[in-house]
């Protein structure tokens, strides 16, 4: 198993704080973002760890070094969705964590064995207005997502951290191959071609708690996040 943590985005919704460092390296609770996911991933035995850089990409050298993680630098971060980004690591998507490393983890639910299908990790989150809402059957296996609107009651969502097999990677690498040859991505996003083709994988939920996982896209998001966590 290995794992790819996104970190190529230049969090504009952080400002200030995201003006010279990039948003995965911005610290909560004395630890970065990134570093604390790439300690969970240790945790559980997976050591080859990709990171996906664009915006200020030498931030990450110390920590790359340290960990002895894969750097790959994505150039056009501020040209294209993450798609490309995907795109320039999907030989690794194969047995393979995907995680977006502006998430915060505070508890650690990746499994130390391998898992047998491949699965979304999803928290049920109350203000879902823009998320993508997982739609699965009684076994647990998805085949589709809604976007949250007002007024929606707490939905298990689209959480930021993935697991894909061998077969699925290769297909999602493929579809994605395909998307960036053809020339007309610049708006797409990687997941969008996971959920279109959902048909043709084995994707699971695995429901997690509604606090083992925060996602830190802007200064509001950052701020519910300490006061959860009474900091």
């Not at 795109?87 to 047998?116: E, G």
């Not at 207005?129 to 298990?156: C, H």
């Not at 077969?167 to 395909?178: M, R, S, T, W, Y």
């Amino acid at each position: 198993m290995r794992a790819i943590l996104m970190a190529a985005g230049m969090g504009t919704r952080l400002r200030p704080l995201t003006e010279n460092t990039p948003k995965s390296l911005i610290e909560v609770n004395g630890m970065s973002l990134l570093e604390r996911q790439i300690l969970n991933l240790r945790e559980c035995g997976i050591n080859e760890i990709i990171v996906l850089t664009g915006y200020l990409h030498e931030k990450f050298d110390d920590i790359v070094k340290k960990y002895n993680l894969i750097k790959v630098v994505n150039e056009k971060f501020d040209v294209y969705n993450n798609i490309y980004t995907m795109y320039l690591v999907r030989q690794y998507l194969n047995d393979a964590f995907v995680i977006d490393a502006d998430n915060y983890i505070t508890k650690n639910f990746l499994p130390k064995a391998k898992p047998t299908t491949s699965i979304y990790y999803s928290a049920c989150k109350e203000n879902i207005v823009g998320e993508w809402i997982l739609k699965y059957d009684d076994n647990g296996r998805i085949f589709g997502v809604d976007i949250g609107k007002e007024g929606d009651e707490p939905k298990y969502i689209m959480s930021g951290a993935s697991f894909w097999t061998e077969k699925d990677g290769e297909l999602i690498a493929k579809k994605v191959e395909e998307a960036v040859d053809k020339g007309d991505f610049r708006d797409l996003y990687w997941d969008s071609i996971a959920v279109d083709n959902l048909k043709n994988m084995n994707v699971y939920i695995e429901k997690i708690e509604s606090d083992d996982i925060f996602e830190i896209d802007s200064l509001q998001d950052l701020e519910y996040l300490k006061r959860t966590l009474n900091l």
